[in-house]
């Protein structure tokens, strides 16, 4: 009892209960919500303003359209007057007068008379400050307004290399005769200007908006995370075993207060459980040890009942010892011959099993040296077909070398090209231009050419490194043949010795039965002496056999208290953890 004692103890001090930290992973509650919240609010801000700022563009480029309509019907009436009443004279005259086309500059509108297709009068100035009066206007406009009369407007129209917003009306005599046309136009740059300020207060706001939600979901993201970090903490107070630890938890959210109340009940029934457990096991442990000491006692007495009840029997058993042990042995030795006899029954069947095997084995062995012959046919043809790829590998590198030389010639060529052209000066600008390209292309072909080698080399050793891979495995097939020839010698000498061991098997299975019928008579009549012998013994045997249960019962019961006794340690220690 000492002994299982310490053990229990040396076993209950090993036994710890062991906890495995979990890692965090993933994004944290804070985290989520500010994505869940925020992404949304920042993807519908960008649509938003892209589609703002793109309506706004489109409203401007249609304002500047209708500005510049309205400004040059007026302007238009103007020219048409002054055109009735002087001719072309009020727009060639040498005082021209400049007041109106001038008027709309502080606005950057600029204004200009046509007479038939070339500018008479205009607020136009190149960039010396002179006004870009007779030159031409474009060939759409000229067809659109001048030849068909028809009202002509656009966009990022080059006017003396700058982009206009620009509208034509047709000019007319006193007879609805076309003589010109009237022109008004904003530079591009200055709409331009005005789109992008309104797309960047557009932009700045729907920053500040998003600016301000990012702040108020952050505060309310706050308020949720403090509560659930508090009842997790104390949720990893209550996992690490310490079941008095004090939970604190205030929010304003109501699924938060109810998940603080339930773990609160969670740690009240706990302890009540844990509580409950340690007392209850203690009292079992007790009453175990009690109940295992008695059983111990009683085993030991029927222990000592049943070497008296031996000492009883020994003398009538003597009586029948000689007859038994004759018995027994005869029976052993019928049983050795019937055994003999069986296990020869089996090395025949096994032997001719074994016969059976080794001529399938053979078999097989053929079917897989035909295999192998196969397969070493197989790999020499992969063998020779690598090695033509290789040859073929050798004429890409030789082509490849051509390719090289021919783009080094033309690259020569074009450098001749490109001297001559120089040398002849403005006629031979656009043959500089085709010497470059020349010369670009027969860069490009020499580091094509380059690329295609490199792919060329590593597609040889690749090749070269199969050939090797290829040899190997025509050795090891090789080895495998040999292997196989020198299995099959070895099947063919055991199947002769397997047929030499069938004969001398059945000899003995002859002389086996022989003596199986001796051992039957001998057996008869010592069975008919042991009778008598047994029947004397008998009723001591069953009171001893009655004592032996007893006392095994006795020790199984001793057994299962003790794993009672181990439970209920177990038990304990599992709750120790708690405090």
């Known amino acids: 009892m000492?002994?299982?004692?310490?053990?229990?103890?040396?076993?209950?001090?090993?036994?710890?209960?062991?906890?495995v930290k979990q890692?965090?992973?993933?994004?944290?509650?804070?985290?989520?919500?500010?994505?869940?919240?925020?992404?949304?609010?920042?993807?519908?801000?960008?649509?938003?303003?892209?589609?703002?700022?793109?309506?706004?563009?489109?409203?401007?480029?249609?304002?500047?359209?209708?500005?510049?309509?309205?400004?040059?019907?007026?302007?238009?009436?103007?020219?048409?007057?002054?055109?009735?009443a002087e001719g072309d004279e009020a727009f060639t005259k040498a005082n021209k007068d400049y007041s109106y086309v001038d008027s709309y500059k502080e606005n950057k509108v600029?204004?200009?008379?046509?007479?038939?297709?070339?500018?008479?009068?205009?607020?136009?100035?190149?960039?010396?400050?002179?006004?870009?009066?007779?030159?031409?206007?474009?060939?759409?406009?000229?067809?659109?307004?001048?030849?068909?009369?028809?009202?002509?407007?656009g966009s990022n129209v080059k006017i003396n290399n700058k982009a206009y917003y620009v509208d034509y009306l047709p000019l007319k005599d006193a007879n609805?005769?076309?003589?010109?046309?009237?022109?008004?136009?904003?530079?591009?740059?200055?709409?331009?200007?005005?789109?992008?300020?309104?797309?960047?207060?557009?932009?700045?706001?729907?920053?500040?908006?998003?600016?301000?939600?990012?702040?108020?979901?952050?505060?309310?993201?706050?308020r949720i995370r403090k509560p659930?970090?508090?009842?997790?903490?104390?949720?990893?107070?209550?996992?690490?075993?310490?079941?008095?630890?004090?939970?604190?938890?205030?929010?304003?959210?109501?699924?938060?207060?109810?998940?603080?109340?339930?773990?609160?009940?969670?740690?009240?029934?706990?302890?009540?459980?844990i509580s409950k457990i340690r007392s209850e096991s203690s009292k079992m442990s007790d009453k175990i040890k009690a109940t295992e000491s008695l059983s111990q006692s009683s085993s030991e007495a029927a222990i000592r009942i049943s070497n008296s009840m031996e000492d009883l029997s020994s003398g009538a058993q003597s009586l029948a010892s000689n007859v038994n042990d004759v018995n027994d042995q005869?029976?052993?030795?019928?049983?050795?011959?019937?055994?003999?006899?069986?296990?020869?029954?089996?090395?025949?069947?096994?032997?001719?099993?074994?016969?059976?095997v080794s001529k399938d084995a053979t078999h097989q062995m053929n079917i897989v040296m035909k295999s192998s012959k196969e397969a070493v046919s197989a790999v020499n043809s992969i063998h020779d077909q690598i090695l033509l790829t290789n040859d073929s590998i050798s004429k890409i590198n030789e082509a490849i070398d051509l390719i090289i030389e021919i783009a080094n010639q033309t690259n020569l060529?074009?450098?001749?090209?490109?001297?001559?052209?120089?040398?002849?000066?403005?006629?031979?600008?656009?043959?500089?231009?085709?010497?470059?390209?020349?010369?670009?292309l027969s860069e490009q072909s020499n580091e094509s050419a380059a690329t295609i080698r490199e792919i060329a080399n590593e597609i040889l050793t690749n090749s070269r490194n199969s050939v090797n891979l290829a040899e190997r495995i025509q050795l090891a097939i090789q080895n495998e043949q040999d292997a196989i020839t020198s299995t099959q010698d070895k099947f063919t000498e055991l199947e002769g010795s397997i047929n030499t061991s069938v004969s001398e098997i059945k000899l003995i299975s002859d002389k086996t039965r022989e003596l199986n019928k001796i051992k039957?008579?001998?057996?008869?009549?010592?069975?008919?002496?042991?009778?008598?012998?047994?029947?004397?013994?008998?009723?001591?045997?069953?009171?001893?056999?009655?004592?032996?249960?007893?006392?095994?019962?006795?020790?199984?019961?001793?057994?299962?208290?003790?794993?009672?006794?181990?439970?209920?340690?177990?038990?304990?220690?599992?709750v120790s953890h708690f405090k």
């Open 176 to 222: 609805g005769n076309i003589v010109g046309m009237t022109f008004c136009g904003e530079a591009d740059i200055v709409v331009t200007s005005a789109a992008n300020k309104t797309a960047m207060s557009i932009i700045l706001t729907f920053v500040a908006i998003v600016a301000v939600f990012s702040l108020l979901m952050w505060i309310i993201a706050l």
């Open 2 to 19: 000492s002994n299982k004692d310490s053990e229990k103890k040396s076993s209950k001090k090993q036994k710890k209960p062991n906890r």
């Open 23 to 84: 890692r965090k992973r993933g994004l944290s509650m804070l985290k989520m919500l500010l994505i869940a919240t925020l992404l949304p609010l920042i993807m519908s801000a960008a649509v938003m303003t892209f589609i703002n700022v793109r309506n706004s563009n489109e409203s401007i480029e249609q304002s500047v359209k209708d500005k510049l309509e309205i400004a040059n019907m007026q302007f238009n009436r103007y020219a048409t007057d002054a055109y009735i």
């Open 520 to 574: 039957e008579d001998l057996l008869q009549h010592i069975d008919e002496l042991s009778a008598i012998s047994e029947e004397n013994a008998s009723s001591n045997e069953e009171v001893n056999a009655s004592l032996l249960n007893i006392t095994a019962g006795l020790t199984e019961i001793v057994d299962f208290l003790s794993q009672m006794d181990a439970l209920s340690n177990d038990l304990e220690d599992s």
């Open 413 to 440: 060529l074009s450098l001749n090209a490109s001297i001559e052209a120089a040398r002849a000066g403005e006629a031979g600008r656009s043959f500089a231009v085709v010497a470059d390209s020349i010369s670009n």
């Open 228 to 273: 659930i970090l508090s009842i997790s903490q104390s949720l990893e107070e209550i996992a690490s075993g310490n079941l008095t630890a004090e939970i604190n938890v205030s929010s304003s959210i109501a699924e938060s207060f109810t998940m603080f109340n339930s773990m609160k009940n969670v740690q009240r029934d706990l302890n009540q459980i």
């Open 110 to 153: 600029e204004f200009t008379i046509f007479l038939g297709d070339t500018r008479a009068l205009t607020s136009l100035k190149d960039d010396s400050g002179a006004r870009i009066e007779g030159t031409k206007a474009s060939e759409k406009v000229i067809e659109d307004c001048l030849k068909n009369g028809n009202h002509f407007q």
């Open 330 to 356: 005869m029976k052993q030795m019928g049983d050795r011959v019937t055994d003999i006899e069986n296990n020869i029954d089996g090395l025949t069947v096994n032997a001719k099993n074994m016969n059976n």
